[in-house]
């Protein structure tokens, strides 16, 4: 009997499907499995909680300045000086990167983007008079878990989507600020979602490129001073909170660590060829 080779340029005689005992010789199980470690996965969702704490932070400040506990002189103040001791931390971790950014450009950058804010202010207050509230809160909802869902987190993943995710941020930072008193509070939170959603996810990554150590103490920080904050508000909100960030930090990692060895990736010679240089 004629031997079967593994060509397509001739007619051998076999069906087209046809293989012979040894072509799965050349199978291969998991070739490109990366074998986690319990506390590093823990010590890497730190990222989550930062942004889920993020997210809390700019809600709460929402509810003190419509209760007008929170003066939107403060927050532009203390956001103001938070926002640039950020950039003074950054311009340090950045020293030596080569960058063709200046302090002339990037100063000119905000006080564009801080007068076009401050003269549309007035139009933000009554952009949305006509739709009810509880259509403003479901909206605000929806881009703030979008917000959530599709930011940077470091995965190499299809649906990570830096852009959409700060839009979706600043989507809901305007509807809340079309519900506020006055064209300054509008100002104060379109600048504080700014800081949160663009510049704060940037400082965190150099943060963690330059100083690793840091990283762990800044995720606790930042989950106990939500914590403490949303205290303040709601009970039960800083106790779903706790139990998420406790779901997120230890269980979700201690769950992955579980199912990895039930992963079944096969390779073989019915893989796509790869072309090598």
Same mark, same amino acid.
């Given at each position: ?6 060509? &397509?340029?001739? /007619? ?21 499995? !990366? ?11 730190? @990222? ?6 993020? @997210?809390?932070?700019?809600?709460? @400040? ?19 000086? +938070? ?8 311009? &340090? ?7 063709? !950014?200046?302090?002339?450009?990037? +100063? ?47 995965? /190499?993943?299809?649906? @990570? ?14 509807? +809340? ?26 400082? !965190? ?29 709601? +009970? ?42």
């Amino acid at each position: 009997m004629k031997k079967w080779k593994k060509i &397509l340029y001739e /007619d051998q005689g076999f069906p087209d499907h046809y293989v012979d005992d040894t072509f799965l010789d050349e199978l291969k199980k998991n070739l490109h499995t !990366r074998n986690y470690e319990y506390w590093r996965v823990v010590k890497e969702s730190g @990222v989550v909680t930062q942004q889920l704490c993020s @997210v809390c932070i700019f809600v709460m @400040v929402f509810i003190f300045m419509d209760a007008k506990v929170l003066a939107a002189e403060t927050l532009v103040y203390i956001s103001g000086g +938070l926002t640039l001791l950020g950039y003074l931390i950054n311009c &340090l971790l950045q020293h030596s990167t080569q960058t063709k !950014r200046t302090f002339k450009d990037d +100063l000119k950058t905000v006080m564009i983007f801080a007068g076009f804010s401050y003269c549309l202010s007035p139009v933000l207050v009554s952009l949305t008079e006509t739709i009810a509230t509880d259509t403003i809160y479901a909206m605000t909802t929806v881009m703030l878990l979008a917000n959530l869902c599709f930011h940077d987190y470091g995965a /190499d993943a299809e649906m @990570v989507s830096g852009v959409l995710s700060l839009n979706a941020g600043l989507f809901a930072s305007v509807c +809340l600020a079309s519900r506020l008193h006055t064209s300054h509070h509008s100002f104060a939170t379109v600048t504080f979602a700014v800081e949160l959603f663009a510049l704060w996810p940037a400082l !965190r990554r150099n943060l963690r490129q330059h100083m690793p150590s840091s990283h762990v103490a800044m995720t606790t920080v930042l989950t106990l001073l939500t914590l403490g904050s949303l205290f303040c508000v709601s +009970l039960t909100a800083a106790i779903l909170l706790f139990i998420a960030v406790i779901f997120i930090t230890f269980i979700c990692p201690a769950w992955l660590i579980t199912i990895q060895p039930y992963k079944n990736n096969i390779h073989g010679p019915w893989d796509e060829a790869v072309i090598k240089e």
